[in-house]
């Protein structure tokens, strides 16, 4: 059983479109996170929710919006897509202190 | 705000040789650094992990240490193997309730055969 699971692995868009990316964690943990990687494979934090309530808000961009409808259940929309959000986005989870990772989601936008 | 540094970007060694890699962080309420490998194409998975109250930790081919008072921490490879060859991130998870873990630049490592 895949822990940490995000859906799609491979995102391709065009510029302006809005697309989703999903995440689901079967470990029992009350915190989620979505971490950017850019081509430099810099490891960014964007958001962070513990138990549905969002404790970490980065820099980023108000077209970034994180949704937790429970606390297995992370999502990223992201509106209006421009090519620099072009990047791997990892979801992630934690207890208490060992961070678990999802297989990433490659985001392409032409 | 809070940073962590790590060197070197890039690190060749010879197959069988040792490996170190160094970070250092800013925040004082840090209080648990864990190190991470990426493989190409892979996500990021946990190596080994040191709190704050221990200065050393070991297993097997890889170490830990860790100088709270200089807030350096280090991570040592030995006897290195191809399959070593990949990113290292180390990072640093604050105490301060957010559980924010705060990442390196990473090291790309190349075990050479």
């Known amino acids: 059983d895949t822990a940490v699971s995000q859906t799609p692995k491979y995102l391709v868009t065009q510029m302006g479109n809005d697309k989703s990316i999903k995440c689901e964690q079967n470990l029992g943990h009350d915190t989620m996170y979505w971490y950017k990687q850019d081509s430099k494979k810099f490891l960014k934090i964007m958001f962070s929710?513990?138990?549905?309530?969002?404790?970490i808000n980065e820099t980023v961009p108000n077209r970034f919006s994180p949704k937790s409808p429970d606390k297995a259940h992370l999502n990223l929309h992201i509106n209006s897509l421009e090519l620099g959000d072009s990047a791997v986005y990892f979801c992630a989870s934690s207890q208490t202190e060992k961070l678990f990772f999802g297989s990433g989601t490659q985001l392409s936008v032409l | 705000g809070e940073n962590v540094e790590q060197h070197p970007s890039t690190l060749s060694v010879q197959e069988g040789d040792s490996a170190v890699i160094k970070c250092t962080y800013s925040d004082s309420a840090s209080n648990y650094f864990p190190w991470y490998k990426q493989e190409l194409g892979k996500r990021p998975q946990l190596i080994i992990d040191?709190?704050?109250?221990?200065g050393e930790k070991k297993d097997q081919r890889i170490a830990v240490t860790l100088n709270k008072t200089a807030k350096h921490f280090s991570l040592h490879i030995t006897e290195t193997q191809p399959e070593d060859s990949a990113v290292y991130f180390c990072?640093?998870?604050?105490?301060?309730?957010?559980?924010?873990?705060?990442f390196g630049t990473g090291t790309r490592l190349k075990v050479l055969a």
């Open positions: 929710y513990n138990n549905k309530e969002l404790i």
């Open positions: 040191i709190r704050s109250n221990v």
């Open positions: 990072a640093a998870r604050s105490n301060s309730g957010t559980y924010k873990y705060i």
